[in-house]
């Protein structure tokens, strides 16, 4: 949850650095908050402009998010280690905005990490099922492709808004402490 809570938190600013006047009234709002101006102070740090500091400052929710899944086996660690790759992509994607060709190329690249995540989860969720995970988890495991549209759609930004809503999917995945043990695993433990 702290992941979606940092993307949240991240959006606001993000959305005016992107769509100026014309960003969402509440962005606008919560943009000229006295906790943004440590966030706008960055504008021209390092030479990079707001926008690509974005990128930069996105990366602890893309590990916050990703972290959890490690714990819950192969597949479903896979579509952690997918939120891990994010980050990296993410800071490339945003510092290629402004860059020249063919370095622009790589501007939205991050889009390509997000399609993956709810593709890997597929197998995963199938994987958990059969790894006697509760019917909750491979379940929601399954409806990723779901939030990322839906937190996409509601926010207005990706890859902000879609990692608010992949965030908020993995809090509720974590509820799980750990992954199931196979039967055969307690019956052998048992006997030794």
Same mark, same amino acid.
């Given at each position: 949850?702290t992941?979606a809570?940092?993307a949240l +938190?991240? &959006?606001? %600013?993000q959305? =005016? #650095?992107? @769509?100026?006047?014309d960003a %969402?009234?509440? !962005?606008?709002s919560?943009?000229?908050l006295?906790?943004?101006?440590? =966030?706008?102070?960055? @504008?021209g740090?390092?030479g990079l402009e707001?926008?690509?500091? *974005?990128? /930069?400052l996105?990366v602890?929710a893309w590990?916050l998010?990703g972290w959890p &899944?490690?714990?819950y086996?192969? &597949?479903?660690?896979? /579509?952690g280690?997918?939120f891990?790759?994010? $980050? %990296?992509v993410?800071?490339t994607s945003?510092l290629a905005?402004g !860059? %020249? @060709?063919?370095?622009?190329?790589l501007?939205?690249?991050?889009?390509f990490v997000?399609l *993956?995540i709810p593709l890997a989860?597929?197998? #995963? !969720?199938?994987?958990?099922r059969s790894r006697? +995970?509760?019917?909750?988890?491979?379940a929601l495991?399954?409806?990723?492709?779901l =939030?990322? /549209?839906?937190?996409? $759609?509601a926010f207005g930004? +990706?890859?902000?808004?879609?990692?608010?809503?992949?965030?908020v999917e /993995?809090?509720a995945?974590? &509820?799980?402490p750990t992954a199931?043990?196979?039967?055969?695993w307690?019956?052998?433990?048992s006997?030794?």
């Open positions: 949850m992941g809570g940092w +938190f991240l &959006l606001p %600013p959305l =005016v #650095a992107w @769509d100026g006047q %969402p009234t509440w !962005a606008l919560a943009d000229s006295p906790v943004y101006g440590l =966030v706008r102070e960055l @504008d740090a390092g707001l926008y690509a500091w *974005a990128g /930069v996105l602890p590990l998010i &899944l490690l714990g086996g192969r &597949l479903p660690g896979l /579509v280690v997918l891990l790759l994010g $980050a %990296p993410s800071v945003y905005e !860059a %020249p @060709d063919p370095w622009h190329s501007w939205g690249a991050e889009i997000l *993956a989860a597929i197998p #995963a !969720a199938i994987s958990a006697h +995970f509760p019917p909750w988890w491979w495991l399954a409806c990723t492709l =939030v990322a /549209v839906t937190s996409t $759609a930004y +990706f890859p902000h808004g879609t990692l608010i809503g992949l965030g /993995v809090g995945l974590a &509820l799980l199931p043990r196979p039967r055969g307690r019956l052998a433990t006997c030794a």
